[in-house]
């Protein structure tokens, strides 16, 4: 009966533990991006969307057109502002993501300071992120529903 005692405590002891470590890294884990949801429109839509939040500001794109980085700038400033001699960057980082719809559209505003001779992630904007997010949105709901359908079908 003794050994039954003790294994109970031991394993009421580890599962305390796992709840604690599980609460801990719940409050800490900070979330670095923000999403569109359930995105029912065309991927050529939804590329037109991204290059338009990132206008002028486009620096490169991944393979496959997914991922889109946008030039460093000056954070909370405008696309085209460069970062010239200061300490701070910033980075717009749009990803869709699904390979058929729905898709998803996932914001990062990536903020970096220099230090040791190089830049390094200081942290992710959320506030930031969610003004890209919002234009990405904005292109959409602008955009006609049926666009891909033949508007005017005439037999003769």
């Given amino acids: 009966m003794r050994e039954l005692?003790?294994?109970?405590?031991?394993?009421?002891?580890v599962v305390t533990c796992l709840?604690?470590?599980?609460?801990?890294?719940?409050?800490?884990?900070?979330?670095?991006t923000v999403n569109i949801q359930e995105i029912n429109r065309p991927l050529t839509l939804v590329r037109k969307a991204v290059?338009?939040?990132?206008?002028?500001?486009?620096?490169?794109?991944?393979?496959?057109?997914?991922?889109?980085?946008?030039?460093?700038?000056?954070?909370?400033t405008d696309l085209n502002?460069?970062?010239?001699?200061?300490?701070?960057?910033a980075q717009v980082i749009i990803a869709i993501l699904n390979g058929r719809r729905p898709y998803i559209v996932e914001v990062a505003y990536r903020i970096e300071k220099y230090a040791n001779g190089g830049f390094v992630l200081s942290h992710y904007d959320q506030g930031l992120a969610k003004r890209y997010r919002d234009l990405v949105d904005e292109y959409l709901a602008s955009?006609?529903?049926g666009g891909d359908l033949i508007d005017d079908f005439r037999v003769y």
């Fill in 5 to 13: 005692t003790n294994k109970f405590a031991a394993y009421s002891r």
């Fill in 19 to 32: 709840v604690m470590t599980t609460l801990l890294l719940s409050c800490t884990n900070k979330k670095k």
């Fill in 51 to 76: 290059e338009y939040s990132l206008t002028g500001g486009l620096l490169k794109m991944s393979r496959n057109n997914r991922v889109y980085f946008s030039k460093y700038h000056k954070p909370g």
């Fill in 81 to 89: 502002q460069a970062p010239g001699t200061s300490l701070r960057r």
């Fill in 143 to 145: 955009r006609p529903e």
